[in-house]
């Protein structure tokens, strides 16, 4: 019987918070602390914009090292834009060599042009191996 794979879907979170870029840094951080997510995904303007992402490593190079102001920053100078997004049914090894291939830890899970939630390495490993039985058994057992 072939082994099923577990999906990105599978194992998403939705610890992010989606704001729009003109909030400033220090309005996303409140937001983002009052829900305890680590990432900030910035909503598209229109149509045909694309998603922008902030992460605790923007705010703390583009910002805290450069001695700027949170109250005084928006979201949309710090953003990265646009995001590299995986899909909901792809196979957590396949976004794991994507993550690899591009030099990213997380990323925005869209469907249907929107944002469902979000993928790290942490859920692809601590979730993903955990959902395929590569942790669940006691080695001693076999």
């Known amino acids: ?57 923007d705010i703390a190079k583009k910002v805290l090292a450069k001695d700027r102001s949170p109250k005084r920053v928006n979201v949309y100078e710090i953003m990265t834009k646009p995001v590299i997004s995986v899909h909901p049914t792809m196979k957590i090894r396949y976004c794991a060599q994507l993550f690899l291939q591009f030099g990213i830890a997380c990323a925005p899970v869209i469907d249907g042009g929107e944002v469902k939630g979000l993928v790290s390495y942490e859920a692809l490993v601590m979730k993903g191996l955990v959902l395929e039985g590569g942790l669940d058994e006691d080695p001693s057992a076999q």
């Open 1 to 57: 019987m072939a082994k099923e794979s577990i999906l990105v879907g599978d194992v998403m979170s939705d610890r992010f918070v989606l704001m729009d870029g003109l909030v400033t840094v220090y309005e996303a951080l409140q937001e983002m602390k009052r829900v305890e997510a680590v990432v900030l995904m910035v909503n598209k303007r229109d149509a045909s914009d694309e998603y922008g992402v902030v992460v605790l490593a």
